[in-house]
């Protein structure tokens, strides 16, 4: 009979061949060493390892598993932040770049280690060129800085819904958030894009390759190529494929007047129906649906309370429609849209108004914020209980009511009360799609709130997706749901991500990646 | 060489021997082409090794997969209309889509149609025409196919409003290796094709680029197009008989304009008026030379005219009204553009005029295009200097007049392209003039030496806009080696990922950029 050998394992004995104590001062001297390159590279105040700032990073408003970045490292121009992606490369250190000042999908969360590159502190507006119709910004320039600007040149940027204060200008149209104005000629609105590849390299997208701006001699607005739709292909990369610096983006003529329409009806599919006609017709700016409970938390003016009589008063849903004037003869303008828009409505037997009888507020309120950022200290879709879990995706029109339905059935299985659920329905390119959102307020310091929503965001998304919902912004587990539905997509999306980041090194874990 | 020993049979025995030939009688009709210097250059050499008919995107699969077994190259098509359709190597079958040519869908209230590759644009219009939608349709004309030119270009008559490289929304694809990747909303299986972004990272982006790639990166089965409001007839208000056609559209909805303005600048003042308002659907510059033979019944009365039209016809600036909404819209951007053209000194060519009889088909171009065929007939062979890049519309006029004018200037000299002193291009503007694009027209005999001359002026161009740090005419194929270093090497990303997903390089290998530099 052989000889049995037992394994024999020394407990006592550390893994390295150095005792514990080495092993730990080895960590501690890593770190440090890191640090110091890091400082030697982008000097010592833009390296912050301050542990309060950098667990005020692990956590964002989803609910995502946290994660802790080593560091927040805060480049100050594009030549350091080269250098920075040339030494994450050569260390594999991962990087996540960030731009706004909140977080709210954890697609900025540094899940999988490595440092995060905060860029809010670039809030350069680097050219206006009123001819073309574009605006240059730095990642941290906000909506308001932006406007504030465009509108001494008598233009305008393209709003989403009442966006956050710190909201960043470039992620928003990198995330392509839906705009209020479903015009199909403002659709796609990024010209051109410089990125720091995740080689350390510089691309820049469009005519914007021809070189650095202060040598470009096109006007930065021819947004294809070159060699591939660059884009489209970054455009929701969720900052996998490298670090934008800065972006070239639409900025349209600002209306020298505008009038706004609102009309309610306790039917969405009524409203739809009205919305198919009135884009088709190609009319107006602005056009979007509400329902009351979205309304409410945006024109309350207490809470719970005036929310509450808010929400008893409205009807089910309003459509909020906006036509503008331009420089010649802007009222002759608003006079054949109106004229024409109102047709529409009573062939569909409707009555635009131009308020909102139950909330005198809402005329005003919309008058002024469909340009502006939400100024409240706590952001409207949090108001009701100091977070909001969103669910959306893109859609058709014709099938909102459908989705609408499921969202209240799966809601009322884990008993949420569907009537504080917030829904809004954003027209895409002349109604030929939408953005569908449905918010859903809970509790965050309430545990049993929060995993009661965490469950009903991951069992309603699935059903949402069952009933054919493009999650084209697939954060957090919506990636891997839509990973599994489509093998070849994901093996291609690999590749990609392969070819254009070899070292693995951009913002480890997100799209599935 | 032609095909791998075996390779015949096996794609014979999977499509049926009756979807594949290799007479030359038939592949010969594949290797020649309308642009004389690129069928002698290029084709000509090289017939197909055999021409197959796929039915499905299974069969598109199929035939992929037995090229990237056996190791041979293919090129899929529309209807050939593009150079490097023909083969440049003699181991390349054409997957000619003729036996997939049904509109498989019409999405009247989301506006999409979903089409197979040999649906043409004439037939998917006659069809959306019928439910008040319409598609924009490019110069190339109406009997091409849409799935290959949304692939390549898709500039059409009405892109100020429709746009330029926006039409595509889900789409079949099938990868040259083989597998089937779905775009947009076809990704997932529950919803349909209404929508072209993916889920996750955006493989749109890799479909194309400024212009397509050339079949060099596997063959789209089935898209879905965006297809746009249209408020006039449900059949295309054409009379008259070939070559005197008419439209005849509802004056209420759709009204021309052609407005002569007293100097190019003064146009492209115009054009970005236009745009900042917000008013119209078709926007171009005309130049002289396209709007007579367009017009012309016959070669000799092109000539006639030519000289003395060529005169009276500068700087003339089309702009098409269509009221989508209501009479309204009409009489209001009618009253806008009179301002602006009032405020640069512009003058309309009035109705009734010999001017206007001559141009009037220009509304009908920009809704139902056909023309280009008949530019070929005043020398032989017709294209265009330049063109195909994509800036604002101060950079195309800076193009056409820093470098693209002088280089047709040297090939007039040297008697290789018909006289033309306008200045005046194709020059377009796209999505309200966010953007726009130039074409400067050269007409030259079927010949080898003009039809080099042509050549070597485009390539010439590339390399004039890179050194000035301009906006660059697409570059074809070894063309991108010029602009790529200048271009923050764009083309050596794109190779990588031409490798990555074509690993045997057999999808028109040199497309969209050859493995090598070209030598000298
Ligand atoms: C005189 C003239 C004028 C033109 N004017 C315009 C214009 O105004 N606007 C415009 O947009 N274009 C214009 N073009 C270019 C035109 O876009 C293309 O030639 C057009 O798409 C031709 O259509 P086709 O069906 O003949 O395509 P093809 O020539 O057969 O194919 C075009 C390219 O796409 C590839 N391809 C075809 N089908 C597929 C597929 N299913 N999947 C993947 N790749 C595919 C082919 O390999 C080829 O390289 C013009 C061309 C000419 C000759
Ligand atoms: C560079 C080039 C090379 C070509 N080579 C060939 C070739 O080798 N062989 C070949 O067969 N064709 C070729 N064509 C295509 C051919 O010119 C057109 O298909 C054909 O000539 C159109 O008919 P037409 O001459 O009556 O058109 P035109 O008189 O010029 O125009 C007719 C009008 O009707 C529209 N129209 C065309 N077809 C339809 C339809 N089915 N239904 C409704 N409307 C329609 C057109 O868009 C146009 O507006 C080529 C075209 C070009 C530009």
Redesign the pocket.
């Known amino acids: 009979m052989a000889d049995t050998v037992l394994a024999k394992v020394d407990y006592l004995k550390p893994l390295e061949d150095k005792p514990y104590s080495q092993v730990v001062t080895d960590r501690q001297n890593f770190s440090s060493q890191q640090k110091a390159c890091l400082e030697k590279l982008l000097g010592a105040e833009h390296v912050c390892t301050d542990p309060a700032a950098l667990d005020a990073l692990s956590r964002d408003k989803s609910h995502e598993e946290a994660g802790r970045p080593c560091c927040i490292l805060k480049p100050e121009n594009l030549e350091k932040l080269c250098a920075l992606v040339k030494y994450a490369n050569e260390t594999s250190l991962p990087l996540t770049p960030l731009s706004s000042g909140t977080h709210t999908y954890g697609n900025a969360l540094v899940r999988m280690g490595g440092a995060a590159i905060d860029l809010s502190g670039w809030k350069h507006i680097e050219n206006i060129d009123h001819r073309n119709r574009s605006a240059r910004v730095q990642p941290g320039v906000t909506y308001g800085q932006l406007q504030e600007a465009l509108a001494k040149e008598q233009l305008r940027a393209l709003f989403p819904l009442l966006p956050r204060r710190d909201q960043s200008v470039l992620t928003s149209n990198l995330e392509a958030q839906p705009k209020l104005i479903p015009e199909f000629n403002y659709s796609e609105p990024v010209y051109t894009m410089e990125i720091v590849m995740p080689t350390g390299d510089i691309f820049r997208t469009g005519t914007a390759a021809l070189g650095p701006p202060e040598l470009n001699k096109s006007d930065m607005v021819g947004p294809w190529g070159p060699g591939f739709d660059w884009n489209r292909l970054y455009t929701r990369s969720q900052g996998t494929l490298g670090i934008v610096t800065w972006m070239n983006i639409m900025a349209e003529p600002l209306p020298s007047r505008q009038k706004l329409f609102f009309t309610a009806s306790e039917s969405l599919q009524v409203l739809v129906d009205f919305t198919y006609r009135v884009q088709r017709k190609w009319l107006g700016y602005d056009c979007f649906i509400l329902n009351r409970t979205a309304l409410a938390l945006m024109l309350a003016q207490s809470m719970p309370g005036d929310y509450e009589r808010l929400k008893k008063r409205l009807p089910a849903y309003i459509q909020i429609f906006c036509i503008g004037g331009l420089r010649r003869f802007p009222d002759e303008r608003i006079a054949w849209q109106e004229a024409d828009f109102l047709e529409t409505a009573r062939e569909c037997g409707l009555a635009p108004q131009p308020g909102i009888s139950q909330a005198p507020r809402a005329a005003a309120f919309f008058e002024q914020n469909l340009l502006r950022c939400w100024d409240g200290e706590l952001y409207w879709k949090d108001r009701l209980k100091g977070a909001s879990s969103d669910i959306f995706f893109v859609t058709t029109m014709n099938r909102t009511s459908r989705f609408v339905e499921a969202m209240h059935q799966e809601a009322i299985k884990v008993s949420v009360p569907t009537d504080d659920m917030g829904i809004y329905v954003q027209p895409i390119e002349n109604g030929r799609a939408c953005h569908l959102e449905f918010m859903l307020p809970y509790d965050p310091v309430d545990r049993y709130d929060c995993s009661r929503m965490r469950n009903l965001h991951g069992s309603a998304s699935r059903r949402m997706y069952g009933l054919g919902a493009l999650f084209t912004r697939a954060y957090g587990a919506w990636a891997e749901m839509v990973a599994s539905g489509s093998a070849v997509q994901f093996q291609t999306a690999k590749m990609v991500k392969d070819v254009l980041d070899p070292k693995n090194i951009m913002n480890l874990g997100k799209l599935g990646l | 060489m032609g095909l791998p020993e075996g390779a015949y049979q096996a794609l014979a025995n999977a499509l049926g021997a009756e979807n594949i030939c290799d007479d030359p009688a038939v592949t010969s009709g594949y290797s020649y082409m ?1 642009l004389i210097y690129s069928t002698h250059a290029q084709s000509g050499r090289y017939r197909p090794a055999a021409v197959v008919l796929p039915r499905s995107t299974q069969d598109v699969q199929t035939i992929i997969k037995i090229a990237n077994r056996y190791k041979f190259n293919y ?8 150079p ?2 023909i083969p440049a190597r003699a181991d390349t079958i054409i997957i000619d ?1 003729k036996r997939m040519d049904s509109i498989v869908e019409i999405d009247t209230q989301n506006m999409f149609a979903v089409v197979e ?1 040999y649906v043409t644009y004439a037939q998917l219009q006659a069809e959306a025409m019928k439910h008040g939608l319409t598609i924009t349709i ?3 004309g109406a009997q ?2 849409v ?3 949304n ?6 008559g009405t892109g100020h409003k429709f746009g330029y490289n926006r039409g595509v929304l889900g789409c079949d694809w099938v990868l040259p290796n083989g597998d089937l990747l779905h775009i947009g909303s076809r990704g997932n299986t529950n919803a349909d094709w209404f929508w072209g972004d993916c889920a996750g990272m955006n493989l749109k982006g890799l479909l194309r680029a400024d212009s ?4 060099g ?5 089935r898209m879905a197009v965006k297809l746009f409001p249209y408020p006039g007839p449900q059949t295309f208000p054409v009379k008259g008989a070939n070559p005197n056609f008419e439209v005849d559209f509802p004056k209420d909805r759709f009204k021309l304009n052609l407005i002569k303005f007293p100097d190019r600048k003064k146009l492209i003042e115009a054009m970005y008026e236009v745009g900042h308002a917000e008013i119209a659907a078709a926007v171009h510059e005309e130049p002289a030379s396209m709007v007579l033979s367009g017009a012309s019944p016959s070669v000799e009365y092109f000539w006639q005219k030519y000289p003395d039209f060529m005169k009276q016809w500068r700087n003339v600036l089309s702009v098409t009204l269509i009221g989508f909404s209501s009479a309204r819209q009409i009489a209001y951007e009618q009253k806008v553009l009179d301002a602006i053209v009032k405020e640069l000194g512009g003058s309309f060519i009035d109705e009734g005029s010999e001017l206007w009889a001559i141009g009037q088909d220009n509304i009908g171009e920009q809704i139902r ?1 056909g023309l ?1 065929n008949r ?1 070929f007939r005043i020398a032989g062979d ?2 265009v200097i330049g063109g195909f890049g994509f800036d604002s519309i101060d950079q195309s006029y800076k193009m056409s007049e820093d470098y693209m004018w002088p280089l047709i200037e040297q090939g007039q000299k040297k008697g290789h392209f018909v006289p033309d002193d306008t200045h005046n291009d194709w020059l377009n503007s796209y999505q309200l003039g966010h953007y726009s694009e130039t074409e400067p027209l050269i007409y030259f005999e079927h010949d080898l030496d003009a039809g080099a001359s042509f050549i070597n002026s485009y390539a010439q161009t590339v390399v004039e806009a890179v050194k000035r740090r301009m906006c660059t005419t697409w570059p074809l194929g070894p063309m991108n080696y010029i602009s790529g270093p200048t271009m923050c090497n764009y083309h050596e990303l794109v190779l990588k990922i031409k490798k990555a997903v074509d690993p045997r390089l057999t999808s ?1 290998p040199d ?1 969209p950029v050859p493995q090598e530099p070209p030598k000298g």
């Open positions: 309308w090129i899929p098509v529309g209807t050939n209309l593009l490097p359709t889509p590759p490019a110069e190339a091409v196919s799935v290959a030119n692939m390549f270009q898709g500039m059409g397509g790639h050339c079949g990166m596997g063959m789209v089965t295009t280009s530019l017709f294209f028109n497309y």
